[in-house]
């Protein structure tokens, strides 16, 4: 997804340099205005005939300036680690997911259940099983965990990816499967929260109202400056993925308030082992 973004933003900039309108550039690979459109969004696959074809022409004829963007053209259709659980991967989280294990920073605020980056195997299982009304076979719950548990890495590799969560604090009082899992989870982030790229705070009750009323949402930044924040918000049966300057604008300021009014990351970790005793 990333790939195709990064992609799709150069050869926008190439067609806009050289004074190409969508409709021709459609026009010389057979294609319509609006595919173009979606392929400078990076929401479609590329060709790597079909990049070629544009490269050439908007004037792109030189090996070494050719040759990078072809190679991100294959890059892209490379399918994602993720790809492998697509048996219980919805595909509207599909994308999500990409964009998440890509992103050099990720802010969120959760107020139902504990973000899945930081979730315990047991905790994830007791959210994965009571997600669903109907009876779900053993094999496919256990199969969204290890999903859930496999998108956890981000935060442990060597370049791991900067965390800012704010939780609610229902999200610490709601014993998902039994007050053992609650008290192990509550043990699990306040280890988590002592790791350099993970800042974690609370929205205690004492805090009342706070900025955060819409609900819970998903920052992501990206190391590639070409790639736009985007926000990240999740439905019952879909998602929805904001990328227009003012409205992640919007949502980064209540992340930043969110933040300077809640508890502090050390307050945090002390009430994580108050509300250890109490579960």
């Known amino acids: 997804m990333v790939r195709r973004i990064l992609l799709g933003s150069q050869l926008r900039r190439l067609r806009e340099t050289r004074g190409v309108t969508r409709e021709a550039a459609g026009y010389a690979i057979r294609a319509s205005e609006s595919k173009i459109s979606r392929m400078e969004l990076g929401r479609v696959s590329f060709k790597a005939r079909d990049v070629a074809d544009l490269l050439t022409l908007y004037g792109v004829v ?6 990078p963007l072809l190679n991100l053209a294959r890059e892209s259709s490379i399918a994602g680690w993720w790809h492998s659980y697509s048996d219980v991967l919805p595909s509207w989280f599909q994308t999500y997911v990409g964009l998440e294990g890509a992103a050099c920073a990720i802010d969120t605020y959760e107020v139902q259940f504990v973000h899945g980056l930081l979730q315990t195997e047991d905790y994830a299982h007791a959210v994965v ?13 256990e199969r969204r965990v290890a999903l859930r548990m496999a998108r956890q890495k981000l935060l442990h590799q060597e370049n791991p990816a900067q965390l800012r969560c704010v939780l609610d604090e229902a999200t610490l009082r709601r014993p998902f499967g039994s007050h053992a899992i609650l008290e192990a989870q509550l043990a699990h982030l306040a280890e988590l929260s002592e790791l350099p790229n993970i800042t974690l705070q609370i929205t205690s009750f004492d805090l009342g109202g706070h900025p955060a009323e819409s609900g819970a949402f998903t920052v992501l930044s990206f190391p590639e400056p070409e790639i736009p924040d985007v926000v990240y918000l999740e439905q019952l049966t879909g998602s929805l993925y904001l990328d227009k300057p003012d409205e992640v604008g919007q949502y980064a300021g209540v992340m930043r308030r969110l933040t300077d009014n809640c508890l502090s990351p050390e307050e945090t970790r002390v009430y994580l082992h108050k509300l250890r005793q109490l579960a």
């Open 62 to 67: 030189e090996d070494v300036e050719r040759e």
């Open 129 to 141: 099983s009571s997600g669903h009304r109907e009876q779900v076979p053993q094999s496919e719950v």
